[in-house]
């Protein structure tokens, strides 16, 4: 199997990590959470004009017409940055669910805006008793002229705060658990009836908590069939989860760099720490536990397009244990290597250690996802 990149996808890759390594140093990334969306908009309109969120849509919608791939080398530079702008809340996420759901009139009103960096969804899926799965969403969708009126609630919706509108999903029959009776809506930021209150997460990032009380959504903003939604949901959470796992991939790699610098240049008796084997021994194993990671991340972007959902599933599931016990390995080894240091607000690694603790506990944990595994019978493919 050949895994070398096109000539486009090493541009992409280029392009991305010098950005990252030019303007997203550790002190700058602080700079832009102090700003007032919570990242910086003028990092977010130098993506833009990089044409990364334009990435995954087709050309025809106005898009680059990549795929998992070209997604997979943004979100693991993004990964080593610690970026915190919305990408994938807006382009993965929210541009997930209109690629795949959206009416060619959708597409043409919302991809351009989205991809040229000017518009900014978040998905409003999650729900406080939901849990991992998207099938237990409860909020009403009740038909209404030739429409829907929303009710209820959203929970952690990241990036909703500073959103100009939202992918919703809703139950317009059915009952909680059900996988018929789910639809998705396009809801404007201002919509009347729609109050949201927004929050910073502990890696960073932003969310909010959505609420709508009567919130009227005319029938050319229902993305798809308003009953058979949750199949749509499913992949769009399957290809977050593929870009997810290259933002740890990218992030564990920067804890490894960082780790391994420090063990050369701190002394203790008189030496480098790093001289010590057992120092080293742990290094290697941390290095060990990242390629593992990297060989499921490359196994999950490679299954992230697969029509079959069994299939797909399997491979991402796969992928999400592998990258959590990695995850937690690295961080609590580079957090002991470095001592107190490292669990500070002013050193890199203690907010790497945080953001990796929030993508795995994302749509599922390392355990959540070997139970699903063993329930279908483990990986058929190994």
């Known amino acids: 199997m050949d895994f070398d990149l096109s000539d486009e996808q090493t541009m992409i890759r280029d392009s991305v990590e010098r950005l990252i390594q ?26 833009a004009e990089l044409g990364l969120t334009a990435v995954p849509f087709a050309e025809d919608d ?6 998992p791939v070209e997604t997979m080398i943004i979100m693991e530079a993004f990964g080593r940055g610690l970026v915190v702008e919305p990408y994938l809340a807006s ?27 000017s518009t900014r969804l978040a998905f409003a899926f999650a729900e ?3 849990r991992y799965d998207p099938a237990a969403a409860a909020m009403a969708a009740t038909p ?13 919706v990241l990036h909703g705060d500073s959103a100009d509108g939202f992918v919703v999903l809703a139950r317009t029959g059915g009952a909680a658990g059900d996988r018929s009776g789910l639809g998705l809506f396009l809801v404007p930021a201002d919509a009347q009836g729609l109050s949201r209150r927004g929050y910073p997460t502990q890696d960073g990032m932003r969310a909010a ?13 229902v993305l798809g069939d308003p009953s058979g939604a949750l199949p749509i949901v499913e992949r769009v959470v399957d290809e977050t989860i593929a870009a997810l796992c290259a933002e740890a991939v990218g992030s564990m ?8 610098a420090y063990l050369k240049e701190r002394k203790q008796f008189g030496v480098p720490i790093g001289g010590f084997q057992v120092l080293q021994h742990r290094g290697a194993e941390m290095y060990m536990a990242l390629e593992q990671a990297r060989s499921m991340m490359l196994y999950a972007t490679m299954n992230a397009s697969e029509p079959d959902a069994a299939t797909r599933r399997e491979a991402i599931s796969a992928a999400k244990v592998q990258i959590g016990r990695s995850a937690k390995f690295i961080r609590e080894s580079a957090v002991q290597l470095h001592g107190g240091v490292g669990v500070t607000m002013e050193y890199e690694v203690g907010h790497h250690m945080k953001r990796l603790a929030m993508i795995d506990l994302a749509f599922g944990d390392a355990d959540h996802h070997l139970e699903a595994l063993a329930e279908n019978g483990g990986l058929a493919a190994l």
Do not use: C, N
Request: zero cysteines.
């Open 91 to 117: 382009v993965v996420m929210a541009g997930g669910a209109i690629r795949h759901a959206g009416s060619a009139a959708q597409r043409a009103a919302w991809v351009p805006g989205l991809a040229d960096g």
């Open 253 to 260: 790699q920067r804890m490894h760099d960082l780790t391994i």
């Open 209 to 221: 908590e959505l609420t709508f009380d009567g919130v009227s959504v005319p029938a050319d903003k």
């Open 22 to 47: 030019d303007r997203y140093g550790f002190e700058q990334r602080g700079r832009y959470r102090a700003e007032e969306p919570g990242f910086s908009p003028a990092m977010w309109s130098a993506f």
């Open 144 to 156: 209404s002229g030739d429409g829907y009126t929303l009710t209820g609630e959203k929970s952690l």
């Open 128 to 130: 406080r008793a939901m």
């Open 62 to 67: 106005g898009g680059f017409g990549g795929g």
